[in-house]
């Protein structure tokens, strides 16, 4: 198997919009979205916005379950605003320690996508 070394750029607007979602209390729910961007080449990722929790998703503490069609009509209209530039690249979401561990879907998420 070969390994590369995949650069993810992110706006600093991006980064903040996820800042707002960490699992900073025992109360707080998992978060969730889907990443919009483009590949600048084979390596390197830009992502340009995300989608954020919807009131329709389904969250706890420690799980997630996106409403596909609300997070997808956010990607198809990224994707016609931009003339077809930007577009789905991978989803995001939050783990409730401070040094989260990938879960198997995670993995298995990793491997499809």
Do not use: C
């Amino acid at each position: 198997m070969i390994s590369a070394i995949l650069a993810i750029l992110l706006f600093s607007k991006v980064n903040e919009e996820l800042q707002n979602y960490r699992q900073l209390d025992s109360t707080s729910l998992e978060s969730a979205g889907l990443l919009i961007g483009y590949y600048k080449s084979r390596y390197s990722v830009l992502i340009d916005r995300i989608t954020k929790p919807k009131e329709t998703d389904k969250r706890t503490r420690t799980s997630f379950k996106l409403d596909a069609k609300a997070h997808q009509f956010e990607v198809d209209e990224a994707y016609a605003e931009s003339e077809q530039l930007i577009g789905y690249t991978g989803t995001w979401h939050t783990h409730p320690q401070s040094k989260p561990i990938p879960s198997s879907p995670d993995l298995s998420d990793w491997r499809t996508h």
